[in-house]
């Protein structure tokens, strides 16, 4: 079983940036693709980004294309998700998660082993 940890959000001015990490133990992600979610309030959950186990692929919601960049490092089991230029619509509590089936869905059903989430605030 694999457990996720996320951390690395904050808060931070429009046009900042931040980088948030997932951590996942239990057992290795290395062959698994992963991606990263967001949720504001009284929203449901929205895809932002995905990578292949090797980060050789890569793909992005429209909203955070050329701005957000999804990363790994396998040594130490890592996932990351870099955040530049931010804006306050991308205020919401992110989360990593294990892609299950269907590279290329945006579909939170097909990811599994989530974390907990980190909390990212932009203020204006």
């Known amino acids: 079983q694999v457990q996720l940890v996320e951390s690395g959000g904050g808060l931070v001015q429009v046009g900042g940036s931040l980088r948030l990490s997932c951590a996942a133990s239990?057992?290795?992600?290395?062959?698994?693709?992963m991606g990263w979610f967001r949720q504001a309030p009284g929203k449901e959950r929205e895809f932002v980004a995905a990578g292949t186990w090797n980060g050789g692929s890569t793909y992005y919601t429209d909203s955070v294309k050329g701005r957000f960049t999804i990363s790994r490092d396998n040594a130490k089991n890592t996932v990351y998700l870099q955040m530049n230029s931010l804006k306050p619509e991308d205020t919401a509590a992110y989360y990593c998660?294990?892609?299950?089936?269907?590279?290329?869905?945006?579909?939170?059903?097909?990811?599994?082993?989530w974390g907990q989430g980190t909390q990212v605030t932009v203020s204006s």
């Open positions: 998660a294990r892609m299950k089936r269907n590279w290329g869905t945006q579909s939170a059903a097909d990811f599994d082993s």
């Open positions: 239990g057992r290795t992600v290395n062959s698994n693709a």
